[in-house]
């Protein structure tokens, strides 16, 4: 290989530490972007609804000082690989059933790992980055209607031929909060609706006790006074 061209080996350890991405990219030595990509994820509706479905907003922003996925054109570089799931005996969490705006959405399905497993991983793909800009990908998911505990996941955003100054912002992490079954509770106006029902079926009640026979008087039930 030329000595002005290296091979950047992106490697992502996506699930559990067992299914690793390797991204060959050449790149000229010496003329490397300088960026700073970050990312932020926010979902609606909190908390989330078994079966239901749910809205994902994740942000890719460069703060330069250079473009970001630029460098190899007609290539989506910059790349966000969400924490992956085990799915040998149960479903993922969610699906998500259509590709989005503002990106493109692909899944990957391991092959059996060593110990069995098989892993599922969700891939987005954008384009280029001006510094100081930002690009916003909106897509919908439907969770499982067996999942009802929250969750954690989380993202994080690689743009392999550039070199990014600050790492830190890279990942975003994230807890889907399920919807606890709650117990009812009467409100005030409630209890004295049901606290006035009962006096008055008691009060219909001791009203039959005193008006019935002698021999029925001392029979404490309603029903047996009728």
Known sequence: MPSSVRCLMTIISAIAGNVLFTLPVAVTAGMRP??????????????????????VTMTVHNAGPDAAGATVP???????????????????????????????????????????????????????????????????????????NDFATGWLVTSSNDDDSDLSNNRADYVFQGSPHSIPILSWQGLAVLGTGLLAIGWRARRRMLMAPPGLANNSSPTAAR
């Open 74 to 148: 007609n290539q989506d570089t910059i790349v966000v690989f969400e924490d992956g799931f085990i799915i040998t005996t149960q479903p993922p969490p969610f699906t998500i059933p259509a590709q989005g705006e503002g990106c493109v959405i692909d899944t990957y399905v391991s092959d059996p790992l060593p110990n069995g497993d098989i892993g599922l991983v969700y891939i987005f793909y954008f384009d280029s980055i001006a510094a100081g800009e930002s690009r916003v990908c909106t897509y919908g998911i439907d969770f499982d209607p067996s999942i009802r």
């Open 34 to 55: 300088q960026v700073d990509v970050s990312l932020q994820v926010t979902t609606a509706p909190v908390p989330f609804v078994p079966g239901g479905h749910a809205v």
